[in-house]
């Protein structure tokens, strides 16, 4: 019978305390206002990261199309204007770069070759007909001649708050055909 009190007066602190409702409020807000500290800047730096991805995407379709539709041949000036402009609509505030390559089909031997290839900034190294072999399955069905320009744009996107977001490099590749004349040049045509 002893043993049975015991067992009784134990559960009922037990249950007393947890029916006790009297707390301090300063120890509740202690534990859960880091969390919610923290879980409010995660959710925004993640909804920073998709919104400079988009603005990255949108500036590169951006440059693509204007490429595509000059009828001059472009040079360096316009090539670092373009990277300037990439800068600027992408809202970049660290290592940018841009690369734009024109590539010809050729219908017989069923591969594509370099026409030109000049890049600024990171990632600016030209291309060659060998770096683009094993681009069959980025690039669209194209018929024996046509050319296409491709943009590859690169942004290294930091995040603002250290929240488990890595540092990582946004990339765009694009490819547009040219619009008003059969090709795009550089600097002059052959």
Same mark, same amino acid.
Request: net charge negative; charged share 25%; with cysteine.
């Given at each position: 019978?002893?043993?049975?009190?015991?067992?009784?007066?134990?559960?009922?602190?037990?249950?007393?305390?947890?029916?006790?409702?009297?707390?301090?409020?300063?120890?509740?807000?202690?534990?859960?206002?880091?969390?919610?500290?923290?879980?409010?800047?995660?959710?925004?730096?993640?909804?920073?990261?998709?919104?400079?991805?988009?603005?990255?995407?949108?500036?590169?379709?951006?440059? !693509?199309?204007?490429?595509?539709?000059? %009828?001059?041949?472009?040079? $360096?000036?316009?090539? @670092?204007?373009?990277?300037? /402009?990439? &800068?600027?609509?992408?809202?970049?505030?660290?290592?940018?770069?841009?690369?734009?390559?024109?590539?010809?089909?050729?219908?017989?031997?069923?591969?594509?070759?370099?026409?030109?290839?000049?890049?600024? !900034?990171?990632?600016?190294?030209?291309? %060659?007909?060998?770096?683009? $072999?094993?681009?069959? @399955?980025?690039?669209?069905? /194209?018929? &024996?001649?046509?050319?296409?320009?491709?943009?590859?744009?690169?942004?290294?996107?930091?995040?603002?708050?250290?929240?488990?977001?890595?540092?990582?490099?946004?990339?765009?590749?694009?490819?547009?055909?040219?619009?008003?004349?059969?090709?795009?040049?550089?600097?002059?045509?052959?």
């Amino acid at each position: 019978m002893r043993d049975l009190c015991r067992k009784w007066a134990r559960l009922s602190r037990h249950k007393d305390f947890v029916e006790d409702e009297e707390g301090a409020i300063a120890i509740e807000a202690a534990i859960i206002l880091p969390m919610m500290f923290w879980s409010y800047l995660t959710v925004f730096a993640i909804f920073d990261s998709f919104h400079i991805y988009s603005l990255n995407q949108k500036a590169a379709y951006t440059i !693509g199309d204007a490429i595509s539709r000059e %009828t001059l041949p472009i040079d $360096d000036a316009y090539l @670092t204007g373009a990277w300037q /402009m990439f &800068d600027y609509l992408s809202h970049a505030n660290g290592v940018t770069g841009i690369r734009v390559t024109s590539i010809v089909y050729d219908g017989t031997s069923d591969q594509h070759y370099v026409d030109w290839s000049e890049g600024r !900034g990171y990632g600016s190294t030209s291309l %060659t007909n060998s770096d683009i $072999d094993d681009w069959e @399955t980025k690039l669209p069905t /194209m018929v &024996d001649g046509e050319r296409i320009n491709v943009v590859e744009t690169w942004n290294r996107f930091e995040p603002a708050f250290k929240t488990g977001l890595e540092r990582v490099w946004m990339r765009e590749f694009v490819f547009t055909r040219p619009r008003y004349a059969p090709r795009v040049c550089w600097e002059i045509c052959n």
